[in-house]
């Protein structure tokens, strides 16, 4: 297959009212205004970006690793009600360009600071919900903002230098796949680090986890495997929340370790989970998702 060829998305199954995933996916992104930012290394950075109008609350939305704006899929529409939603692609993963260094978290962090600098509204305080990688970018981003960023949401959060338990290696996705191949990967990777149940990896998932996977140059697996969640966490200084899959992968069934990493250093964090859920517990469990963050920024202080 040639390096710029579209994947072959035709044994992807279709969507129970008979739409591929890619058309379910089109009619979402259509209701958004999506802007190509400068990020300061003479590269771009996508946005998409919801319910924009004057008066609403701004909420900034980092994907996990290897990913893009579609790990928000089943959350943008509901959140957009109440927010102003701006949903990027991190720098060299999605429709992004490349950061300077794709394995150097401060060369992502700064590529995505410079385009916030450039997008968002200048008079407001913002928040940010981070998924898994995207909650270490989401981190270290707070550092450079001080109290402009009003509160770090984690989700899933990846990055910390603490037990996990070992997983089965995930197969790395390539354009010289056939199409059925590349479907039969995307599942066994969904499987081992995504959801918690099998039933939950529909046509959208699929879709996300191929495309999404093949695109992805920043190497944010690596990132993240250095711990460096660990170092930025303690020197936050906005309000930091968190949200977990009850069986996510990257934590259970460590999860005490992290609470207590956690409150140590963020006495007054609201910690949550959500039941039988996975890693990617903001399209496993998006009715929940859609409910609880909301519920967590509403009683936090302005």
């Given amino acids: 297959m040639d390096a710029d060829a ?31 930012v400068p990020m300061g290394n003479g590269g771009r950075m996508m946005w998409h970006v919801w319910g924009a109008e004057p008066g609403k609350p701004v909420l900034v939305l980092l994907h996990g690793g290897g990913g893009s704006w579609l790990h928000w899929v089943r959350n943008v529409l509901p959140l957009s009600r109440r927010y102003a939603l701006y949903v990027a692609d991190l720098p060299g993963l999605g429709e992004s360009d490349s950061p300077d260094n794709l394995g150097d978290v401060w060369s992502v962090t700064n590529c995505a600071k410079h385009a ?5 509204p200048k008079d407001q305080r913002f928040d940010i919900a981070g998924f898994s990688f995207g909650g270490n970018i989401g981190s270290h981003i ?28 995930l197969t790395r996705l390539t354009r010289d796949m056939s199409g059925e191949t590349l479907v039969a990967e995307a ?13 939950a990896i529909d046509p959208i998932a699929l879709h996300m986890q191929v495309v999404n996977s093949l695109r992805a140059r920043t190497k944010s697996r690596g990132i993240s495997s250095k711990g460096l ?15 977990w899959g009850e069986f996510d992968s990257t934590a259970h069934p460590y999860f005490e370790e992290r609470e207590v990493f956690l409150r140590e250093h963020h006495p007054q964090i609201d910690l949550r989970y959500i039941p039988g859920g996975g890693h990617w517990i903001a399209f496993e469990g998006a009715d929940a998702f859609n409910a609880m963050l909301p519920d967590m920024l509403g009683k936090l202080p302005d």
């Fill in 6 to 36: 579209s994947p072959d998305l035709s044994t992807i199954p279709l969507m129970a009212d008979g739409r591929t995933a890619a058309d379910h996916i089109a009619e979402i992104e259509a209701r958004s205004h999506a802007e190509r």
């Fill in 116 to 120: 916030m600098d450039e997008l968002l």
């Fill in 142 to 169: 707070c550092t450079l903002y001080g109290d402009r960023v009003r509160s770090m949401t984690l989700v899933g959060p990846g990055g910390f230098r603490m037990k996990r338990l070992a997983r089965g290696a």
């Fill in 187 to 199: 599942r066994r990777n969904l499987e081992i680090l995504m959801v918690h149940d099998p039933k």
């Fill in 229 to 243: 969640l660990s170092d930025v966490v303690p020197t936050l200084r906005t309000r930091v929340n968190a949200i």
